[in-house]
């Protein structure tokens, strides 16, 4: 199953907004609303930031939000902080019951 | 609080095998499957594989099927995963993750809310 397509970095300076996409198939994405997105920095443990689409663990800050539209989901990030810098991966279920992490994004905040 | 403790960095000759252990604490263990991450040096995660720390059963991403294995120990609180047939690929950052759903009530395993720090395996002559 090929990993879901993100963009290889993204940039955005402080205070402002960026998305990310994670672009899969009919039979990941397209078809359930259970895309994750992770944060890992420097190499260490990921960090799980949203989950069923939209939704946020106790702690992760509303400025991280998600969509989704057919095969496509996008994380948001809104007010830019140089905290949030790091590899960003979302996570795809599949229709076989596997779990696909997308490529990974580099978010550099300026 | 909860937490993930994985066991050493390891060194294999290729060929060879390697088992990790996760012990996890600080909330009961049969509530919550636990996943395997593979992440080689600079590239994506990559899922391997999953068990059902209740009943015991496993589930395994296709790319490592046949060279996993994957079991718990609930008096130990424990879980393993075992790779063989090492291969150059195969080094790289080995982490455990809870899933965040009680087992009797999701859907299936596919969010993890809690991660180990990893371990390390190389794999060289």
């Known amino acids: 199953q090929s990993p879901p397509t993100q963009p290889a970095s993204v940039s955005g300076s402080p205070g402002q907004s960026i998305t990310i996409s994670c672009t899969g198939t009919?039979?990941?994405?397209?078809?359930?609303?259970?895309v994750s997105w992770y944060r890992q920095v420097s190499g260490r443990a990921p960090q799980l930031i949203i989950y069923?689409?939209?939704q946020r663990p106790f702690g992760v800050s509303s400025r991280f939000s998600a969509s989704k539209s057919g095969n496509t989901a996008v994380l948001t990030i809104s007010g830019l902080l140089t905290e949030d810098e790091g590899d960003y991966y979302c996570c795809a279920f599949g229709s076989d019951t596997s779990l696909t992490f997308g490529e990974g994004t580099k978010l550099t905040v300026l | 609080q909860v937490r993930l403790v994985q066991s050493g960095d390891e060194v294999r000759k290729p060929g060879a095998s390697v088992q990790i252990s996760c012990k996890t604490s600080?909330?009961?263990?049969?509530?919550?499957?636990i996943h395997w991450v593979f992440q080689a040096p600079g590239q994506r995660l990559e899922w391997m594989g999953a068990i059902n720390t209740a009943s015991g059963e496993p589930k395994f991403s296709q790319r490592f099927q046949g060279r996993v294995t994957i079991s718990r120990d609930t008096s130990a609180t424990t879980v393993y995963m075992g790779l063989s047939n090492l291969t150059p690929d195969d080094r790289g950052l080995y982490f455990c993750a809870r899933d965040m759903d009680y087992i009797d009530i999701a859907y299936d395993f596919y969010k993890m809310d809690v991660w180990g720090g990893g371990t390390s395996v190389a794999v060289s002559s």
């Open positions: 600080g909330y009961t263990f049969t509530r919550h499957a």
């Open positions: 009919a039979r990941d994405i397209g078809s359930y609303n259970l």
């Open positions: 069923e689409g939209n």
